[in-house]
């Protein structure tokens, strides 16, 4: 990471992502575009654990901080749609 605008960036983007997936579950929690926005908000969790792993968790806690929304699992929906599948330490429901 190069200094506090990269970290800055990866904030913004991330709560980008983190408040469009609770607009979508507001709406339809197991909607299609629900699940489009929780596999993209998975997708950048991934990136960012993988990229840059020293300040992986500080991203989150941040993200976490600015939005005030919790992070969603990033396991595969359950087949009745009540729930999702495995574990996931990083998601907050």
């Known amino acids: 990471m190069n200094g506090p605008q990269s970290f ?5 983007q991330g709560g980008f992502l983190l408040r469009t997936f609770h607009s979508e579950y ?6 299609r575009e629900t699940e489009f926005w929780r596999g ?13 792993p020293k300040n992986a968790e500080a991203v989150l806690s941040r993200v976490r901080e ?4 919790p992070i969603p699992h990033r396991g595969p929906l359950s087949p009745d749609g009540t729930g999702y599948m495995g574990f ?4 907050d429901f």
Request: glycine share 12%.
């Open 8 to 12: 800055n960036y990866l904030v913004d």
């Open 26 to 31: 507001q709406r339809n929690r197991i909607g």
């Open 40 to 52: 993209s908000l998975a997708c950048w969790r991934g990136m960012l654990q993988e990229l840059f």
């Open 66 to 69: 600015s939005t005030g929304l």
């Open 88 to 91: 996931d330490s990083g998601a």
